[in-house]
Each structure stands twice: as structure tokens, then as C-alpha cells.
Nanobody, 122 residues
């Protein structure tokens, strides 16, 4: 059973940066589509990044393009989400998730972390 666990959330000032980690265990992250989601109270969970294993392509939602970047450390079996130029609207619980590789990219997300909270203060 694949397990994913996020870490690195916390409080950051407006315009600041933060790096979240997604540790994968039970298998190699290189076999899976990996995604980051975020959710604020009263809103649906939003997928902000998807890395597709089959295509090797990373898709970002428009609101984070140019500010958020993912990277992978295969030795640590960890994916990172580097967030910069943070805005108040980026405050949310961030989730890492994974699923079997699909041609639709992140079309079969099954494994979820518990989430890590990011707050942005002015």
C-alpha cells in the first residue's frame, strides 16, 4: 500500500516562500502520477499541480504558474513543492496525492496524505 505524507507547512509572510515535502513510502514515487491539492474552508479541494508519469509533463493551475514549482528527489523518494511570492489566497491546507499512472494525468488519484497547513500573513 502506497503511503504519502506531507510536511513543511507553516506561517509565512506575504510575498515569502515555503517548501512543502511529500514523502512517498511503500513503493517508488517514480511509478506514479503525483499531484498537489489545496483546500480552504467552505471550498472544494483544488488540484494545483499534477506530474504525469507517462508524459513526464507537469501541469500547474493558472493561479500558481510561475510561482510554484515541483521537484523530485528519487533517492529520498520525495517530491517537493516550492512556493514563492505567496499571496493571502494561497493560505490553505495542502495535500499531496498519488495514483497509478494514467494517460489523462492524475486521472486515478488514490493515495492521500493528511495535509499540511499553510498560512500567509501580511
Amino acid at each position: 500500500q502506497l503511503q504519502v505524507a506531507e510536511s513543511g507547512g507553516g506561517a509565512v509572510q506575504l510575498g515569502g516562500s515555503l517548501r512543502l515535502s511529500c514523502k512517498v513510502s511503500g513503493s517508488s514515487l517514480s511509478y506514479y502520477d503525483i499531484a498537489w491539492f489545496r483546500q480552504t474552508p467552505g471550498k472544494e479541494r483544488e488540484r494545483i499541480v499534477c506530474f504525469g508519469k507517462i508524459s513526464g509533463v507537469t501541469n500547474y493551475v493558472d493561479s500558481v504558474k510561475g510561482r510554484f514549482t515541483i521537484s523530485r528527489d528519487h533517492r529520498q523518494n520525495t517530491m517537493y513543492l516550492q512556493m514563492s511570492s505567496l499571496r493571502p489566497e494561497d493560505a490553505a491546507v495542502y495535500y499531496c496525492a498519488a495514483g497509478p499512472a494514467t494517460s489523462t494525468m492524475c486521472g486515478d488519484i488514490r493515495y492521500w496524505g493528511e495535509g499540511t497547513l499553510v498560512t500567509v500573513s501580511s
